[in-house]
């Protein structure tokens, strides 16, 4: 009898990935996948450490498996991701449910590790063996066969911005070899994929014998088949011309860059240890506008960092009205053990709370306004599926707005163009534009 995993999935697009992988590995060993944890006898989460609650989160996860199994045997337990890198032995010894603790550079152990479990002997790696882990995981196939995929570039993180714990979760930065990823891109377009999504936790800082990410864009265009490029996420200092550059000459490259730009006083990003100024920043989004009008930036910010007074709030509030990002997450500053930022002065949660919920206003109304203008417009968009209901099918716009529309199955992995009719904040809604015309005629 087939064995059955279930994989919750936590976090990043790193970690979605990385499940993916786990998949690819597990089913060496004769796994299938199960979308009902009840029937699961392999239970697998992969976590994410990078705000609060992070660990508590996992323990209540742990707990709902445990419930549900109150009666029935008991399934293999196994945390992996950046919780299980940060707590590792502290986890079995709080939580005997759990079987294994696997860290994210681990994961072409993880067979092993299954196998060995018979013996019944809880285990923990942890190593940081970026690697192994990619050898490995190149020797199976990336078996993703959607029409947008994702691939992992590079791990890692060596600039220590003082909140965060990237560097202690993934451990340094590390690129993986430049003929190892187009191989696996090549793997993925013949499995259909029509865009591709290259991933680092500082993902243009890839550099692999001097090949960077802007080498890497290119060669993949080269895929006849792969109709769109993306990357995320990205560092401002690694924002370097030959990257700039790529706008001005791929057709492919989307215009639309993450760009994680945390707040918008000089202050703040100094305490931060960012190690760039918001005049850099703007320089590189006028540089990019000035290649193309069309290009739109998305970003992270973070609220109520340690000693942001309001005049550092107001620059960040000006720097949104100025960019107009769109897409952008915020969130309040959560202190991270381990880190520099851990044990500074907390701004009082209440004030804090208030303020996420104005740069939110900002960043929302610049969202509806951007969609808005769309509507009437007819843009292209790659068809991904269905939507969970399956009443309409839904795709991306270039700058991977949602755009939903009724169509038949065969438009899936296509690109359409989309008559758009009406918007909300996250969505926009539309009809293919041979319809429209023959509406018309
Ligand atoms: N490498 C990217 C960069 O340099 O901006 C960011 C990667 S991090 C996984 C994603 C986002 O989480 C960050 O951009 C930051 O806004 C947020 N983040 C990280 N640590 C945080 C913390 N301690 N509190 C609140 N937000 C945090
Ligand atoms: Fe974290 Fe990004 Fe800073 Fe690295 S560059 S420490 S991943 S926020
Ligand atoms: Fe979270 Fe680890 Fe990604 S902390 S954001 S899963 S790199």
Do not use: W
């Not at 088949?225 to 011309?241: E, F, V």
């Not at 208030?354 to 203008?373: A, F, H, P, R």
């Amino acid at each position: 009898m087939d064995q059955k995993i279930f994989i919750k999935t936590f976090g990043c697009q790193m970690n979605e990935y990385d499940s993916n992988r786990i998949f690819d590995a597990v089913k060496q060993i004769g796994y299938i996948k199960t979308d009902r944890y009840e029937d699961a006898n392999c239970y697998l989460l992969n976590t994410c450490h990078i705000r609060d609650k992070a660990k508590e989160k996992v323990y209540h996860e742990i707990g709902r498996v445990k419930k549900k199994f109150r009666s029935k045997k008991k399934p293999l337990v196994i945390i992996a991701g950046c919780v299980a890198q940060a707590e590792n032995q502290e986890m079995l010894k709080r939580e005997p449910y759990i079987d294994l603790i696997i860290g994210p550079q681990a994961y072409h152990k993880i067979n092993d590790m299954i196998l060995n479990y018979a013996k019944k002997q809880k285990i923990e790696e942890t190593e940081f063996d970026a690697v192994s882990k990619f050898e490995y995981l190149s020797r199976i196939k990336n078996q993703t066969s959607k029409s947008s995929s994702f691939l992992t570039i590079q791990e890692g993180c060596d600039k220590f911005c003082h909140f965060c714990v990237v560097p202690y979760t993934r451990g340094p930065e590390y690129s993986r070899p430049f003929n190892q990823i187009i191989e696996e891109a090549k793997n993925l377009v013949d499995q259909g994929t029509k865009e591709i999504i290259l991933l680092g936790q500082n993902v243009n800082a890839y550099n692999y014998d001097n090949k960077r990410l802007s080498n890497l864009i290119y060669e993949i265009e080269k895929f006849k088949q792969i109709k769109r490029i993306r990357y995320t996420t990205s560092h401002p200092r690694d924002m370097t011309g030959d990257l700039i550059e790529v706008y001005k000459y791929s057709k492919k490259l989307m215009p639309l860059v993450h760009l994680p730009v945390q707040s918008g006083s000089d202050k703040i990003l100094r305490l931060m240890n960012r190690k760039h100024t918001v005049k850099t920043y703007l320089e590189i989004f006028y540089k990019l506008k000035s290649i193309n009008p069309e290009i739109q930036f998305s970003s992270d910010f973070i609220i109520s960092y340690p000693g942001e007074d309001e005049n550092d709030f107001k620059n960040t509030l000006k720097l949104i009205d100025e960019i107009k990002f769109i897409n952008s997450f915020s969130f309040v500053f959560s202190p991270r053990p381990g880190t520099v930022a851990s044990n500074l002065p907390i701004i009082d949660k209440k004030k804090s709370f208030e303020k996420l919920e104005i740069v939110q206003d900002k960043l929302y109304k610049n969202q509806i306004e951007m969609n808005k203008s769309l509507e009437n417009a007819t843009i292209d968009v790659l068809v991904e599926n269905r939507t969970d209901d399956k009443s309409k099918l839904f795709g991306r716009s270039q700058h991977m707005t949602s755009v939903l529309f009724d169509g038949i199955d065969d438009l899936i992995g296509k690109v359409v163009k989309i008559e758009i009719q009406n918007s909300n904040r996250n969505s926009l809604f539309g009809i293919t534009a041979n319809q429209s015309s023959q509406k018309v005629a």
